[in-house]
C-alpha cells in the first residue's frame, strides 16, 4: 500500500523483542477473534479468519494464542467483546489517512487517535471526506526469490491480479476484494507463497509532500499511531 502499512513493516525486520512480539501477538488475537466471531471459527468455511491464521503464523505466534483468540472470538471462552474500527483523518500537509484496528473501547481509542494526530497538525476527518480517496482491494504480497520479475509478474496476471507493485524484491499484487483467496489458492498452486494477503485501501491518486517538516511530522505520527495497541494498520495517499 502506497504511504504506510504496519505489517509491511514488520516482516521486514530481522529481529523482534519479546516486548514487541507481546503487542504484535495481542493485535492478531484480537484481529482473530473478530474474524470468528463474524462468520464462525472454522477456517475453511471462514476466509477472513483464515486469512488472518495464516499472516500470525508468519509472525511466529504460537498455535495455542491462536486457538484461544479463536475460542474467544466463538464465545467459547469469556473475555471483553472486540470490534473493529476505520478512522478517516488527515495528516501533516493534507495527507489523506486511513486507520483500521480493534479495541475495547472505541471511546478511549479513539481520543487516544486524536491526540496523536493532534500532535503532529492531523485531525480526525468527516465519515466519507476521505474514504472516497481510495479503493478497496485485496492485496497479497510475495518475495520474488528464484523467479524473475516478468514471470513472476505474468504469473500474477493469470492469477487474477489487477494491479502490481514492486516494493524492492517484493511484489505487491491488487486484486477485487472477493478475488483475494481465490488468487492466493492460485499462486500457492504454482509453489509462491504469499508473506501477507489481506483487505486494504489503495489511494486512487498519490500526492507528494515536498515539504521537508510536514514529511518528518507524517512520520512521527506514523511512529505514534504505531504505538497504539489498538492501530492494526494506517494507509496514506502520499507517495513514498
Known sequence: MSGHSKWSQIKHKKALTDAKKGKIFSKMARLIAVAARAKGGDPEKNSALRMMIDRARALNMPQDNIERAIARGTGELEGVKIEEFVLEAYGPGGAA???????????RTVSEIKHSLSLYDGKL????????LFERLGTINVVRGNITKDNLEMIAIDAGAQ???????NLEI?????ALEKTKKSLEEKNISASEAALGWKPKNEVALTNPAAKERLEKLYEALDENDDVNEIYSNVSE
Do not use: C, R
Open 174 to 178: 491488487y486484486t477485487a476484494p472477493e
Open 163 to 169: 494491479d502490481l507493485k514492486w516494493l524492492d524484491d
Open 97 to 107: 489517512l486511513i486507520i483500521e484496528g480493534t479495541t475495547d473501547s472505541k471511546n
Open 125 to 132: 476527518a468527516n465519515p466519507g471526506s476521505v474514504l472516497w
